[in-house]
């Protein structure tokens, strides 16, 4: 008699220790095939399909949409076809799936799938019966499987979750199976109630990337003390330079914007401050300082905001700098990224390009010890010599760990890129490859 395959959550990636389910794309019975997505996860970088490593039929799903599940965790066990179902007496467990099964309509499910349910069923049927005999004589309470998110929201309605009943595989319970709960039994929590009087108010959960970025912003805010820091930049003859390289591209080569520059310029200090390059473990206490810069660029997608990553910068001239960056910010924002692609980065540049204000204060990409963010570009009166001159002013903002960065190396380090920016000529050599 066959084993069922079960598969777990595997290692997706530098320092991820869990994913949440976002989507199911089999349910119970199902026959699948190799490499068919069966779920999508979400990590706080990425989203993921996990694909089946086998084809098979759907055996039992451990997990809900919501659920946060920890590296190794199950997510579902699959059968392969012509294998024999184990018996409920060898796994006494899957009489709650049993249950779940026969309480989907069949009608939904594929006609195979069906004939497995009922398959299923007549194999429980007994064992279903002496089960529950033994839980009313023996007056052992079941154990109760709920998400993390689900057993939150109890606490806060005040129910206990045996007096819920779920609807997910082995009668697991969701937040939805708690909202309907608490609904059936017009039960609603002090903020609910206070909220529910006010007139338009609507009711938004913060679950998939959303989530994610309210947790890594706490923890970035919370765990890491942040001293910013603003200075101004003339990028007139930076703009100058910048026109006439656009007019004179070749027809592969991309237009530059603004980003290009930052980039490189951040690139021919990286080695002058190699702590503010840097990502820093406050767990273990110990600062990786990094002897190549990988920039992480803040890209809005319609789902939040997402940190892809240019590599290598100190090695790539502008023209390759503005492709890669075009590359991976339209790859984020159509859904297309891939993992190694928002890992690694060793200092952010966060812009808001022309929604960018005077000033800003943003927010450390933890671990990383620093984040660099281009203001609007505004042409403003300047008094050069004792006259007053148009200029094409800029202003850069800057966050930086202080348990790391000290004020006076955070000035410096801004006072530096200040000037090479103003003097941007060197910026248009071909990298240092050495």
Not at 53 to 60: C, L, N, T
Not at 329 to 335: C, V
Not at 375 to 401: C, H, T, W, Y
Request: charge should be negative; glycine fraction near 6%.
């Amino acid at each position: 008699m066959s084993t069922p395959f079960e598969l777990k959550l595997t290692d997706v990636g530098e320092g991820i220790v869990e994913a949440e389910v976002t989507d199911l794309f089999v349910e119970i019975g199902s026959l699948i095939q190799q490499d068919q997505p069966l779920m999508e996860i979400m990590t706080e970088k990425i989203t993921l399909e996990i694909p089946s490593p086998i084809s098979g039929e759907i055996f039992q799903i451990f997990v809900n949409t919501g659920d946060t599940i920890p590296v190794g965790g199950l997510l579902l066990s699959i059968i392969t076809p012509g294998s024999t179902m184990p018996s409920p007496t060898e796994n006494a467990s899957l009489t709650d799936n049993a249950k779940s099964m026969r309480n989907r309509k069949d009608g939904n499910m594929p006609l195979d799938a069906q004939h497995s349910n009922e398959r299923y069923q007549e194999e429980t049927e007994s064992q279903e019966s002496l089960d529950e005999k033994n839980s009313i004589d023996q007056a052992s309470p079941r154990p109760i499987l709920a998400a993390p998110a689900a057993r939150r929201r109890a606490m806060e309605l005040g129910l206990k979750l045996e007096d819920v009943q779920g609807s997910g595989p082995a009668r697991r319970i969701s937040v939805q199976d708690v909202e309907k709960h608490a609904a059936d039994n017009n039960i609603e929590s002090a903020t609910d109630a206070s909220d529910q009087n006010v007139e338009g108010v609507t009711e938004i959960s913060i679950t998939g990337l959303r989530r994610k970025i309210a947790a890594q912003m706490h923890k970035a805010k919370s765990r890491i003390p942040h001293f910013s820091y603003t200075e101004e930049c003339d990028l007139t003859e930076l703009e100058i330079i910048r026109n006439e390289a656009n007019m004179q591209r070749s027809p592969d080569q991309i237009k530059l914007t603004l980003l290009p520059f930052v980039m490189r310029a951040m690139a021919s200090l990286y080695q002058e401050y190699p702590m503010i390059n840097s990502r820093y473990d406050d767990e273990k206490e110990i600062l990786y300082s990094f002897n190549r810069i990988h920039i992480g660029i803040a890209t809005n997608t319609n789902s939040g905001l997402v940190v892809p990553v240019v590599r290598d910068v100190q090695s790539i001239d502008i023209w390759q700098c503005a492709l890669e960056l075009s590359s991976i910010t339209e790859a984020t924002r159509t859904g297309k990224i891939q993992l190694h692609q928002i890992k690694g980065s060793t200092i952010t540049i966060s812009s808001l390009g022309l929604l960018g204000g005077v000033s800003s204060s943003p927010i450390i990409n933890h671990p990383e010890v620093a984040i660099i963010s281009p203001n609007r570009l505004r042409e403003r009166p300047m008094v050069i010599n004792g006259q007053i001159e148009i200029r094409k002013m800029m202003n850069i903002s800057a966050s930086f760990d202080h348990r790391i960065v000290d004020g006076h190396e955070a000035a410096k380090f801004i006072q530096r890129l200040k000037l090479v920016l103003e003097s941007p000529a060197d910026l248009m050599r071909p990298a240092d490859l050495g």
